[in-house]
Every structure is written in C-alpha cells, then in structure tokens.
C-alpha cells in the first residue's frame, strides 16, 4: 500500500506564494492520479489539482492560473506551487493518490498540511 506524507504547508501573506510537496513511500508500482485536496473549517473537501501518470493536469476555477501541480515519477513527488495566494485559499491541504496494484484498486490519503494565508 501507497504512504503519502505531505510537507510545505505555513503561514504566509496574501499575495505570496508556497510550495507544498507530497512523498509517496511503500507499494508505489501502479500509481494513477495524484492530486491535492482541501478543507476550510465549516466546509466540504474540495478538489485543489490533479495530475495523471501521463502528465495531464487538471485544475478549478478558483486556483486555475494560479496554482501549479507538477510530478517527478523517478523521486515519487507531487508538487503544488501557489502563487498570488489569498486568504480564501486558508485551508488543510490533503494529498491524493490511486492507482491498480495486484489487481486492486486503492485510493490513499496523506494526513495533511495547514497553509494560513493573512489579510
């Protein structure tokens, strides 16, 4: 089974920029799709970025433009780099990964990362 243990999160002012990263460690031959999450207080977890095993990326609205998931298959590392942060963007950012190994399928969580952006 994937582990996947997050690192990068902080306190940062609105305007600034951050870099999260995400190491998966473990049974990773088969990975798919990995992606990063987010969780406000009071909110539902909401989709942030994905990124296929091809390299296709995905993004809402709300981060799109602004926000930048990049992959490096050889050291088992997702990215996330946030720029023009704001203080909407205040969350818990969860790492993602799924994939097939041994003919299962498996979706595997990181246990998250606090970015603070103030006013």
């Known amino acids: 089974q994937v582990q996947l243990v997050e690192s990068g999160g902080g306190l940062v002012q609105a305007g600034g920029s951050l870099r999260l990263s995400c190491a998966a460690s473990g049974s990773i031959f088969g990975i798919r799709t990995m992606g990063w999450y987010r969780q406000a207080p009071g909110k539902q977890r909401e989709l942030v970025a994905t990124i296929t095993s091809g390299g296709r990326t995905n993004y809402p609205d709300s981060v799109k433009g602004r926000f930048t998931i990049s992959r490096d298959n050889a050291k088992n590392t997702v990215y996330l780099k946030m720029n023009s942060l704001k203080p909407e963007d205040t969350a818990v950012y969860y790492c993602?990964?799924?994939?097939?190994?041994?003919?299962?399928?498996?979706?595997?969580w990181g246990q998250g990362t606090q970015v603070t952006v103030s006013s």
């Open positions: 993602n990964a799924d994939g097939w190994d041994s003919g299962t399928y498996y979706i595997v």
